[in-house]
């Protein structure tokens, strides 16, 4: 669980008008400028985050009774705990995460309620403030204001929207409180979309402004191309990718007009980088690294993501230029890619998926060995994650003797942490879009 302040509300979700929105929020603003015990509360003052939900679980949950916690659109514990509840309720295995059948469930249970009249459009459910959500983490640090948009299934009925307002109490005894104002929209994709401007609107301008997209990259609907218009930086998290080749190439794409993008997935790779580079940093083995023309890189089998993005980075340290693509599939769902290198020479990567237990993060990576069809050379590097060992690396070793390093697990690569590390920072990142332009172009070479 992620420890933040005690939280004081100013004002619990209250269902609003969309056209009185600012209003609202100025009233709660105005009548705690000064409270009878002398606390000033003002408003957020470092960043604006719109947040597009991919679909309405945590919403779901709360009006069936399984979730009170924020509506901020982040998965975090007690939102896992909450599906596990629903899970085991209407008879689904116990995951923690919501699979489309179970979304379907609750959706048709929420329809049943609507028509029992029991929950009506404007429902009501009770916020437990006193566990930390993640969104009242970020804001502990970073007193801002979050807009999360939740699309929906069914008929377009408009949207509907919520405010309210929180502050971290910082110092005991401080009578100035710097708070977190929360904006939440409901519709369908396309209610969302009409109302573009008055999102954008709510953005405050003289801040910096970050959108976390968990939905699959849209370049064609005009809500995503209205926000990334208006924003500092486009967050997205490809390890929840659910076409994981096509999401990837659509970020390539994105990126290749100019478009400013983060990818927390990537963070993920930054002890995978480091070991690789520090292979090859001794001066007898830095020469060797050019004899390196085979890679194997194994990954958690059903999201390659991570095992692209690597393969992109290592591609364009060492001026690989992606010449093939080729899907054998198999039970480790084989891809091959082929190289040429500045000295002209082939390189051969190949991407295995490994049948195992699925971690936290879909698509970890496993296992990479870097090696040479020239025996001579000193170039067998295998790095692997301490949990899952070096067994298949190692047997495929052959008669090279490899440098063999494990990679240490790593506890600040959850989505939040990430999410809250990338909150500090908005410009370029340069070494991320030149990996993730050889990626591109390795995954447009797919037949």
Partial sequence: M?????????????????????????????????????????????????????????????????????????????????????QKHYGFEETGKPTPEFLDHLRSQYQQHQQQATLGKNHQYIFNRDRAEIADAIASANPCRIITLYP???????????????????????NSLVCCEYINFTGTAEALERIGGMISALMVSELPKFIWWKANPKPDYGLFQRLS??????????STFADPEGEL?????????????ADLNWRRLSAWQE???????????????????????????????????????????????????????GDYD??????????????????????????EIPGDLI????????????????LCSETTGCMRMEAGGGAQSC???????????KTEQLLTKQLQRWGRELLYEESMALTYQMLKLKS
């Fill in 2 to 86: 992620i420890q933040s302040p005690p939280l004081l509300s100013l004002q619990n979700p209250k269902d609003v008008s969309i056209d009185e929105i600012e209003t609202e929020l100025n009233q709660i603003w105005q009548s705690h400028s000064a409270g009878d015990d002398g606390t000033i509360a003002t408003r957020a003052t470092t960043f604006t985050m719109v947040i597009y939900e991919s679909e309405e679980t945590q919403q779901l949950l709360a009006v069936l009774g399984f979730y009170n916690g924020s509506l901020d659109g982040i998965v975090g514990e007690e939102t896992v705990s909450a599906i596990k509840q629903a």
């Fill in 152 to 174: 929906t299934a069914g008929d377009d009925e408009g949207v509907s929207a919520q405010v309210s307002a929180y502050c971290p109490i910082q110092k005991q005894g401080s």
């Fill in 229 to 238: 218009d208006n924003s500092d930086i486009i967050i997205v998290d490809s």
């Fill in 249 to 261: 190439t659509c970020v390539g794409q994105l990126l290749d007009q100019g478009l400013v993008l």
């Fill in 275 to 329: 070991l690789t580079a520090e292979a090859f940093d001794p001066p007898e083995r830095r020469n060797a690294l050019t004899e390196v023309d085979q890679v194997t890189i194994d990954y958690e089998q059903g999201n390659p993501t991570q095992a692209f993005m690597f393969l992109g980075w290592l591609a364009s340290r060492l001026q690989w230029r992606p010449i093939a693509y080729e899907y054998e599939g």
């Fill in 334 to 359: 084989i891809r091959r890619i082929k190289f040429k290198s500045e000295e002209k020479s082939e390189i051969v990567a190949e991407l295995a998926g490994i049948p195992t237990e699925a971690g």
């Fill in 367 to 382: 296992s990479i060995r870097l090696s040479s069809t020239n025996l001579e050379a000193d170039c067998c590097t295998v």
């Fill in 403 to 413: 440098r063999i390093q494990q990679v240490t697990p790593l506890f600040d690569q």
